[in-house]
């Protein structure tokens, strides 16, 4: 199946900083990359549609100046986290479908990021 | 709007035994279904999907589910559990559209414990 890598695996930051995470798809370009945080013991919920050469579509409720979405290529999108708190900690996944079967509608997801934010 | 209900939060079974995670979804057209399966501190990996045709589909590591419209349920089973089964479930739904990156909707997850 199609991989998607997600980097880093787990990132310790300091409150107020910023961090980068990078989602790639590894064998298939991805016109359509869609970002979720995961809470412990929870579901995942979707924050924003990365779109390859526009904006993203954030989902309501998520602050789209607090997580800066760039989707420069077809096998790169990158979340960052702005001037990151505590309550930003979480485990970010990134999820892609492979442009050329639309009609699957199967998501390959990385493995996730882990974020804390001390 | 779309959405998934997992009732069982959290199941303990027997390895060997049989298992079923339950999932209702709902939908105002045709229903894209999906089961995703997550361990701990990792990605989401398909099990299996269903749009159309056969309405119990076969999944990997041994794992089926069964599409039932009336009930609007994608309940997934599995025969007989090994240890290494233990995860996080997810079942998720979508629209099933062509030439769109459409989203899909995720339910709340059911963990599986298994004892040996």
């Known amino acids: 199946g199609a991989v998607v890598s997600q980097h880093p695996s787990w990132v310790i930051c300091k409150s107020g900083t910023s961090v980068k995470i990078e989602c790639r798809s590894l064998?298939?370009?991805?016109?359509?990359m869609f970002w979720y945080r995961q809470f412990p013991k929870q579901s995942l919920m979707l924050m924003a549609t990365?779109?390859?050469?526009?904006?993203?579509?954030?989902e309501q409720g998520v602050e789209k100046d607090k997580f800066l979405i760039n989707h420069a290529s077809l096998t790169l999108s990158t979340l960052t986290v702005t001037s990151a708190h505590p309550e930003d900690s979480s485990f970010y996944i990134c999820?892609?479908?492979?442009?050329?079967?639309?009609?699957?509608?199967?998501?390959?997801f990385g493995e996730g990021s882990r974020l804390t934010v001390l | 709007a779309q959405s998934v209900t997992q009732p069982d939060i959290h199941i303990t079974v027997s390895e060997g035994a049989s298992l079923e995670l339950r999932c209702n979804y709902s939908?105002?057209?045709?229903?894209?279904l999906f089961w995703y399966v997550q361990s701990p501190g990792q990605g989401l990996q398909l099990l299996l999907k269903?749009?159309?045709?056969?309405?119990l589909v076969q999944g990997i590591k041994g794992f089926e589910a069964e599409f039932k419209r009336s009930q609007s349920s994608f309940n997934l089973r599995k025969p007989s559990v090994h240890w290494s089964d233990a995860a996080e479930y997810f079942c998720?739904?979508?629209?099933?559209?062509?030439?769109?990156?459409?989203?899909?909707?995720f339910g709340t997850g059911t963990r599986l414990q298994v004892t040996l």
């Open positions: 999820s892609a479908r492979d442009s050329r079967g639309f009609s699957t509608g199967e998501l390959f």
């Open positions: 064998d298939f370009q991805a016109t359509t």
């Open positions: 990365s779109n390859e050469g526009s904006k993203a579509t954030y």
């Open positions: 939908y105002g057209a045709t229903p894209y």
């Open positions: 269903y749009f159309s045709g056969d309405t």
């Open positions: 998720a739904v979508g629209p099933y559209a062509t030439g769109t990156a459409s989203k899909l909707t």
